[in-house]
């Protein structure tokens, strides 16, 4: 069997089906129950007042690194070792209130491993005829690997976006050096032609219509290479990059902008300054997109532990649904949202967003410290 108890230790199976008669959680007969703790693929356990173990299957014995004989009649402190202080409370809590707990999320270090683990756990009181809680049951689940695969694939997003970044820093910086200089060579070509007197009216025609063509290429490639990696970014930093970026905004747009900043001359590290830029950059983004807003606020506040971000609209909102899951983490809350939060949390950081009928306010934090903001004697970089 997959369960494992003493007579000396443990009540016999029908003691216990006895004890649970009571119980919503175990009303089994003795043989199913048996046959519940033998056969399940989940961890299974039963301790007492004194936080004994009273049975305990296979599989969470092996969760644990330990026979499932060697359980029987221990405490947690003597299996757990100082993991069991993570445990304990919730157990003690379940004996005190009567009711469950459900979903409850622990991590950790066990005695028999070397890496922290993470399970979810669910609790459930199991009461004797007196209506006392006798004992507590509980169901664990490891998500060590899950944790593990989602880490991965965090950092693995992460290593994507600083890889883009560099591609559309190199690509931005192509568009400078090459397009602009044929565009450079070709205004001035039809400069040339444009003081030739001896154009017919109709050629003159062709000329100003090629001429305001090209204008507008040059304003189309400025914005792309701006989009792609803001030349101002890095020369004057993340106010000057913002109000510009804001003001290329409302030109598209039509959109009002107004921002406000107490950064001044201040310098944050570059891989801050670029993140807090591209969070901006993705919220004015969907506000286009998706908020029919006629107006948006714009603030980078240096405060005591934290830069703060904030992107305020009046447009219709953001449903609840898509609010609800983007606080539970769903994949499906929407990719520009996700995107943004990685971001922020790379560094430490954080995005909050509250929303209703009447707009949308989106909160970037960033943690301060000593290394936040480049020394003041580190020269600007030189660009042509």
């Not at 209130?97 to 009181?125: M, Q």
């Not at 006392?132 to 976006?161: C, D, F, H, P, Y």
Request: glycine share 6%; aromatic share 6%; net charge positive.
């Amino acid at each position: 069997m997959g369960i494992r108890r003493t007579r000396q230790s443990a009540p016999s199976f029908r003691k216990l089906a006895s004890a649970a008669a009571g119980s919503t959680a175990f009303r089994y007969p003795e043989q199913l129950l048996a046959s519940f703790f033998g056969t399940s693929n989940v961890g299974l356990a039963i301790c007492d007042r004194r936080l004994r173990y009273l049975a305990i299957n296979d599989t969470l014995a092996k969760m644990n690194g330990i026979p499932a004989q060697d359980h029987i009649g221990k405490t947690f402190r003597d299996i757990l070792g100082e993991f069991s202080e993570v445990v304990a409370p919730v157990f003690r809590q379940v004996f005190v209130t009567g009711k469950p707990v459900l979903n409850h999320v622990v991590s950790g270090v066990l005695p028999t491993r070397r890496e922290p683990g993470h399970w979810i756990e669910n609790y459930f009181p199991i009461v004797g005829p007196t209506g006392a809680v006798q004992q507590v049951g509980a169901v664990v689940v490891e998500i060590t690997k899950e944790r593990m695969l989602e880490k991965s694939l965090t950092e693995l997003n992460r290593r994507l976006m600083r890889a883009r970044d560099e591609e559309q820093k190199r690509i931005a910086r192509e568009l400078h050096d090459s397009l602009n200089q044929y565009h450079t060579a070709l205004k001035l070509n039809l400069g040339l032609l444009k003081r030739h007197s001896g154009l017919s009216p109709g050629q003159n025609k062709i000329l100003q219509q090629s001429l305001d063509l090209l204008r507008q290429c040059i304003d189309e490639t400025r914005m792309i290479s701006h989009l792609l990696h803001p030349a101002l970014l890095d020369m004057l930093g993340l106010e000057s990059a913002a109000r510009s970026l804001l003001r290329d905004f409302s030109r598209r747009t039509a959109v009002k902008t107004t921002f406000k900043s107490n950064l001044g001359s201040r310098r944050l590290l570059p891989t801050l300054e670029l993140t807090l830029f591209r969070v901006l950059q993705e919220a004015l983004t969907n506000v286009q997109r998706h908020a029919d807003s006629h107006l948006v606020h714009v603030s980078i506040v240096q405060k005591k532990q934290e830069i703060v971000l904030t992107i305020a609209d009046r447009g219709r909102g953001i449903s609840s649904q898509q609010l609800h899951r983007f606080q539970q983490r769903n994949a499906d809350a929407g990719i520009g949202l996700i995107i943004m939060r990685e971001r922020l949390e790379e560094h430490e950081g954080y995005l909050q967003i509250s929303s209703c009928s009447r707009g949308t306010q989106l909160t970037a934090c960033l943690p301060t410290s000593k290394g936040t903001f480049q020394p003041a004697s580190v020269p600007l970089p030189v660009t042509t």
